[in-house]
């Protein structure tokens, strides 16, 4: 397009030469190819913060033990099996193993799954992931370069360098428009030439007839209007794209998201709300779901679980009393204990429950237990009762979103191949989340590198693969798919800028609609490049006639119509109103 550009430029100037006229022509082809060429720069500028933000979560210091002292030193100095203390509320630096000590860790940064884990002596922690209420004592089994935290880190840089861009069409059309383009006027210069070694004195009209020519070639053949069609084509997208709520970083993402075969979700917080809530209460013997709602929702008052949460939640929208309670004692991460009219009543981990009560309790809780597996195994329980009975079990799930199914069944119509969903959770509780979900596979319980490991495997057989997503631990997979797309409201800091497109509002229905748009965004591309080049191949064909004298009229023409017919047209998809 440079070389095009130049010719046409100096074209330009040697007709207003060569007829007294001013260089108009010339002037607005290099405002016009300045212009495009800022909109095309700023529509393919792309955020590279991803790996900066991840290394702001990473601590400083830590706590070690060593020879029965404690010690703060820099993370990067924690060497392998080194004794480390990390406090309630602290994030663990490396991947470690529980030696001393219970607590609750979550791990959603890191797996993807929504409950914090109870960690007790002999299980492993991982680095990156937030301690709960306990103190817990660990011992280093990587060092700060290889803990998982590291490795995302690691992993979200490779991705990024080994992206391939994809180049513009119009700069792969460029690479045989030009040479042909000149080539043509050339040959029409030199008619003169040709006629006279050939006899053609038919055609014979003088160098200066056909000097005119070739110059008038190289005005209408101006690629300013080609020039404009994909990046005003893109602009217009992306601006239609952001009244929806849906940030493209670049009109590269904007153009691939049209092209893609398959589609990879996350679980945790993309497909779900991310919500813990009650699906379920299943009373003990003589109870009833209101008063184990209500017990319950009178000991949790007091905490800012979001177990206890959703407890108090449910409780408040059926309008249940909730009780004053005394003595309340809580234990984080696992449950909480207080006095109802001086009876003791118990909410929290089946651990927690069975630490105060006698074994009459204990069977029951064995047989509501047993009775429930089938149902149960996906949820999360909490246990409500005395130290003498079970009042009943309430089971929590993080539901659906509700536009989830909709979604599936327009990536569906839309033509996509495959749909996937992964998720670190455990398979049963994945399995019994996404059952209502349209014609998907599922993956489950898989670390950052292993989903990794699947989008690399995915685009290796459809090219085009998206992964939408909202965590740390979803990082890598959105750096590595041709289109990674995040929940931009809900979703981390990392997510979003390791991403290509953001979802500012939280609704999945909008992955379809960026789909559309980038479809209709091709098409007016399609329909501008087309125009471009069917208008100058018809003025082209006017050049050996004769009789038609003022060829510059028609050349400008060309060139400032099609550039107007480009531009009016491209706006159509930005002029459209958002649903």
Request: glycine content about 6%; aromatic content about 6%; proline content about 5%.
């Amino acid at each position: 397009m440079n070389t095009l550009m130049t010719i046409a430029i100096t074209g330009s100037f040697l007709l207003a030469i060569l007829y007294g006229e001013q260089p108009f022509e010339a002037a607005t082809v290099v405002c016009l190819f300045s212009i495009a060429s800022t909109i095309e720069t700023l529509s393919d500028r792309r955020s590279r913060k991803a790996i900066h933000a991840l290394m702001k979560q990473e601590l400083k210091q830590v706590l070690c033990v060593e020879n029965k002292t404690q010690t703060w030193i820099p993370v990067e100095a924690i060497a392998k099996d080194m004794l480390l203390l990390v406090r309630p509320g602290d994030q663990i630096p490396v991947d470690a193993v529980v030696v001393d000590g219970n607590s609750s860790v979550n791990e959603s940064a890191i797996t993807g799954e929504a409950i914090p884990r109870d960690k007790y002596p002999g299980n492993s922690v991982y680095g990156g992931s937030l301690n709960g209420e306990g103190t817990l004592r660990l011992r280093a089994s990587s060092t700060a370069g290889v803990s998982t935290l590291a490795k995302i880190i690691n992993l979200v840089d490779q991705a990024h360098e080994t992206r391939a861009p994809t180049q513009q069409l119009i700069d792969r059309f460029a690479s045989w428009y030009t040479p042909v383009v000149i080539a043509i006027a050339a040959l029409i210069s030199s008619m003169p030439l040709i006629i006279h070694l050939f006899g053609l004195t038919w055609l014979s009209s003088g160098w200066h007839f056909w000097i005119y020519r070739s110059l008038v070639t190289l005005v209408i053949a101006c690629p300013c209007a080609l020039v404009i069609s994909t990046p005003i084509s893109i602009i217009c997208g992306l601006t239609k794209a952001a009244r929806s709520g849906i940030l493209v970083k670049g009109g590269l993402h904007l153009e691939n998201a049209g092209r893609l075969k398959a589609i990879v979700f996350d679980k945790t917080g993309t497909l779900t709300t991310g919500t813990l809530n009650i699906e379920k209460i299943v009373p003990g013997p003589g109870e009833n779901e209101a008063n184990v709602l209500c017990l319950a929702a009178a000991v949790e008052q007091h905490s800012e679980h979001p177990l206890a949460q959703s407890i108090v939640r449910e409780a408040r929208s059926r309008n249940l009393e909730i009780p004053d309670v005394k003595d309340f004692v809580s234990k984080r991460g696992y449950g909480a204990r207080a006095l109802i009219d001086n009876q003791q009543i118990i909410v929290g981990h089946k651990n927690f429950f069975l630490s105060f009560c006698s074994s009459v309790p204990k069977k029951e809780l064995v047989s509501i237990l047993d009775n429930e597996i089938p149902d149960t195994e996906p949820y999360t329980t909490t246990i409500v009762g005395t130290p003498d009975k079970i009042i009943g079990i309430l089971f929590f799930t993080d539901p659906l979103r509700p536009e989830s199914e909709d979604t599936f069944n327009k990536l569906r119509q839309l033509g996509i191949e495959q749909i996937e969903v992964l998720t670190g959770d455990r398979y049963a509780a994945a399995e019994n989340i996404t059952a209502e979900l349209p014609s998907h596979s599922l993956k489950a319980e898989l670390l950052p590198d292993q989903k990794l490991q699947r989008i690399v495997q995915l685009q290796n057989r459809y090219q085009y693969v998206a992964m939408v997503g909202d965590g740390v631990n979803d990082a890598p997979a959105l750096a590595a798919a041709t289109i990674g797309i995040s929940m931009g409201n809900s979703g981390s800091d990392v997510a979003m800028e390791t991403s290509d497109i953001s979802l500012m509002t939280e609704n999945l229905c909008l992955v379809p609609d960026i789909i559309q748009l980038s479809r209709n965004t091709h098409r007016i591309i399609v329909q501008n490049i087309c125009w471009v080049l069917g208008l100058k191949l018809c003025c082209l064909a006017m050049i050996p006639i004769p009789t038609i004298g003022k060829l510059m009229w028609i050349a400008v023409l060309a060139d400032m119509g099609t550039s107007l017919v480009v531009i009016f047209n491209s706006l159509r998809l930005a002029a459209e109103k958002s649903d």
